[in-house]
């Protein structure tokens, strides 16, 4: 547990972000598109991992492109099969997300860090797995090359 505190401390400190550097945070907080990774076990110890793009309205709903679910190395959701779901944005820039797909609901509790809100950190909270991951802000306008 010391370390968990440890970890959100450190990422609060060095990410210049959040009501301690006097920033507070809401619906609009999420706004646009952000590319985040999510990985670690199920109960029974099998590797687990997700993938997304996922594009916030800002006012509390986002859709999800790109989405995979992979599971001991088995993929069990690709692409188009989840939609999106509904986030929640608290003052101090901690919040929840919701993704409903095929029959499953994920549960994350979030954590908007970085210059300018540009990410955020997760940790599912719906029993069916603990993982960890991150989200940052793909920027706007701009083709690759």
């Not at 060095?14 to 945070?25: A, D």
Request: charged share 15%.
């Amino acid at each position: 547990m010391r370390q968990l505190i440890f970890f959100f401390a450190a990422a609060a400190l060095s990410s210049g972000s959040g009501p301690l550097f006097g920033q507070s945070c809401n619906l609009s907080s999420l706004r646009g598109s952000y590319a985040g990774t999510v990985a670690g076990h199920t109960p029974n110890g099998a590797p687990v991992a997700y993938q997304a793009l996922a594009h916030f309205d800002g006012e509390g709903g986002f859709s999800l492109s790109g989405f995979t679910y992979v599971s001991n190395g088995s993929v069990l959701v690709s692409d188009g099969a989840a939609s999106g779901g509904t986030y929640t944005v608290n003052r101090d820039c901690s919040g929840s997300i919701q993704i409903s797909s095929e029959g499953q609901t994920f549960k994350f509790a979030i954590l908007i860090t970085g210059r300018d809100l540009s990410q955020f950190q997760m940790l599912e909270t719906d029993g069916s797995a603990t993982t960890a991951g991150n989200a940052v802000k793909q920027e706007e306008g701009k083709e690759r090359q």
